[in-house]
């Protein structure tokens, strides 16, 4: 026969309650650590960067999930794999994926879809999510560096020129980098617009319409070799 639990002592029956609270926030797949109470809004998983104007949500270091957002891409440091979507990068943990800061040297092929950019004497530096990446044309990736030194210009937060490629045809992943990497350069000796370049390489007054002239060509140039393009 059971016995009744308002007849427990109160330091057992909480020790009670803690327990059901644990395993019922055990496999939410959110956030290592204490589990979340009933209160906690969204806010408790995310943070705002102010830095450089940029003001964007991103979720915290030690977020963890079991899926990877749609359209990540894949990287390698040393050996040990990386996830990146959207300013944010994931580090796999057992059946977990969870929010960490970049390695400095880590690499990847296209900046967030906001950053500012931050100007250090003559060299531009693009940053989100407390994260400072450089240009390497002999890499052709945009590599996580040290945070520049001195004083610092910072332009306003803005979209950056990626594009979400889906492989209609089961391209690799390797495919799928040549492809884009061609059809980048296809675009830009098309429309003297390169978003690698601070200011596309071109005149202010035309930034706007070779910024979308280049897309265009990006995506037709994609979508002749089997990719849908967002």
Request: charged share 20%; with cysteine.
């Amino acid at each position: 026969m059971n016995r009744p639990t308002h007849n427990l002592p109160r330091n057992l029956l909480a020790l009670l309650v803690v327990a059901a609270a644990s395993q019922a926030f055990a496999g939410d797949g959110r956030h290592y650590g204490s589990p979340p109470r009933a209160s906690y809004s969204h806010s408790h998983y995310s943070h705002v960067d102010a830095h450089h104007g940029h003001y964007r949500s991103y979720p915290v270091h030690g977020y963890s999930t079991y899926h990877l957002p749609y359209g990540y891409y894949s990287a390698r440091y040393y050996g040990s794999p990386y996830y990146y979507h959207g300013g944010s990068w994931y580090r796999p943990y057992g059946p977990r994926y969870v929010v960490v800061a970049p390695p400095i040297g880590i690499g990847i092929s296209v900046l967030p879809p906001y950053y500012s950019t931050v100007w250090f004497g003559a060299s531009p530096y693009y940053y989100a999510n407390d994260t400072y990446y450089t240009y390497r044309t002999e890499r052709r990736e945009y590599v996580v560096t040290e945070p520049p030194r001195g004083e610092v210009r910072t332009e306003p937060s803005h979209g950056s020129d990626e594009v979400f490629v889906y492989p209609k045809q089961g391209q690799t992943e390797a495919q799928q980098a040549t492809d884009r990497d061609e059809c980048h350069q296809w675009a830009v000796a098309r429309t003297g617009f390169d978003p690698a370049r601070p200011a596309g390489n071109v005149a202010e007054t035309d930034m706007t319409s070779k910024r979308a002239d280049y897309a265009r060509a990006e995506a037709a140039c994609l979508d002749g070799r089997g990719y849908s393009v967002r």
